[in-house]
Nanobody, 126 residues
Framework: QVQLAESGGGSVQAGGSLRLSCATS????????MNWYRQAPMKEREFVAS?????STSYADSVKGRFTISQDTLQMNSLKPEDTAMYYC??????????????????????????WGQGSQVIVSS
């Protein structure tokens, strides 16, 4: 059973930094992405950042240049009050295998391979 658990949230003043971690267990070796999403009060959950097993990354425009994602962390710098939200890590598998940068074959993930952590609160005050 795959489990994800976020940690590292908290309160910080604008301009400060926080690092969120996502501890995983039971993960299968397959072609998944590690994603971070956030949800502010009264708003829909939104995409923040994503990385694959080769380290390729993508970011929402609102955090580009300030946030850095790795396989198990989200480093957040130059935080703004609008970054205040509950942050969730998400592991989502692909049904298509692929060859990784090292040349090894990365198999497809099982059907329905999509897991979420419980969330970590980030509060940025002005």
């Amino acid at each position: 059973q795959v489990q994800l658990a976020e940690s590292g949230g908290g309160s910080v003043q604008a301009g400060g930094s926080l690092r969120l971690s996502c501890a995983t267990s039971g993960v299968t070796y397959c072609a998944y992405n590690m994603n971070w999403y956030r949800q502010a009060p009264m708003k829909e959950r939104e995409f923040v950042a994503s990385t694959d097993r080769d380290g390729s990354t993508s970011y929402a425009d609102s955090v580009k240049g300030r946030f850095t994602i790795s396989q198990d962390t989200l480093q957040m710098n130059s935080l703004k009050p609008e970054d205040t939200a509950m942050y969730y890590c998400n592991l989502r598998g692909s049904r298509v295998g692929r060859r990784g940068k090292t040349g090894w074959w990365i198999p497809s993930c099982p059907d329905g391979y999509d897991y979420w952590g419980q969330g970590s609160q980030v509060i940025v005050s002005s």
